[in-house]
């Protein structure tokens, strides 16, 4: 049973600080890796979507990286700023019959300071 | 990406009862689409999976009799929870996709409350 785990579970940095968010994995046979963001009392939002061909993807600010062969990925947040401040959500996806399956992490609650 | 609505966004009701919450896609047919529950700071776990015109498959641990999803349309699902107790209170969220194997769409979230 695939299992993800994120740290840390919690981040406070000031702002302009860039950071790593960890995500690693248990079975390494992914399809897709995702990243999300959540705001408190909302829904998902996504940032980055790596095939399990890629290496990395960069959108912005945000450069995620994915590591299958170790079951890891980390999303890098450069330059963070306030409006930063959500849950971020790892999810590696999975095929299932015909389906894409998804199982998330449990997250880590970034807080940017002004 | 896709937009995706549901209704209501909360709900508070008395244990007992029954509570109904939709997922619609506004902008595109979904042959699929799936509910997640989420507890406060746990992950999103996948309840179930929908399919238009059938019926949906539940994941392990997940009562499908107490946790009805119809999926008449391709731009509308429901989730009842029937006889809602406490523990039912959680974020319950769709996502919707248009087939099975294509990225998935997240609504907004459901925050129920069973008093």
Redesign the interface.
Same mark, same amino acid.
């Given at each position: 049973k695939q299992e993800?785990t994120q740290i840390p579970a919690a981040l406070s940095v000031p702002e302009g600080e860039n950071l790593v968010l960890n995500c690693s994995f248990t079975d390494s046979a992914i399809y897709n890796l995702q990243w999300?963001r959540q705001d408190p *009392?909302? *829904? @998902?939002?996504?940032l980055l979507?790596i095939q399990s061909s890629q290496r990395e993807q960069t959108s912005g600010r945000l450069n995620a990286s994915l590591d299958k062969s170790s079951g890891r990925s980390t999303l890098y947040i450069a330059a963070s700023q306030p409006g930063d401040s959500a849950t971020y @959500?790892c %999810?590696v996806i999975r095929?299932s019959?015909? %389906?894409?399956? @998804?199982?998330? *992490?449990? *997250?880590t609650q970034l807080t940017v300071l002004p | 990406g896709a937009v995706v609505s549901q209704h209501p966004s909360w709900v508070i009701c008395k244990s007992g009862t029954s509570v109904k919450i939709e997922c619609r896609s506004l902008d595109f047919q979904a042959t699929t689409m799936f509910w997640y529950r989420q507890f406060p700071k746990q992950s999103l776990m996948l309840m179930a999976t929908s399919n238009e015109g059938s019926k949906a498959t539940y994941e392990q641990g997940v009562e499908k009799d107490k946790f009805l999803i119809n999926h008449a349309s391709l731009t509308l699902s429901t989730l009842t929870v029937t006889s809602a107790h406490p523990e039912d209170s959680s974020f319950y969220i769709c996502s919707v996709a248009p087939t099975a194997d294509n990225e998935q769409f997240f609504g907004p979230g459901t925050r129920l409350t069973v008093l």
């Open positions: 993800v999300f *009392g909302k *829904g @998902l939002t996504s979507l @959500l %999810a095929t019959g015909s %389906a894409r399956q @998804l199982t998330f *992490g449990s *997250g | -």
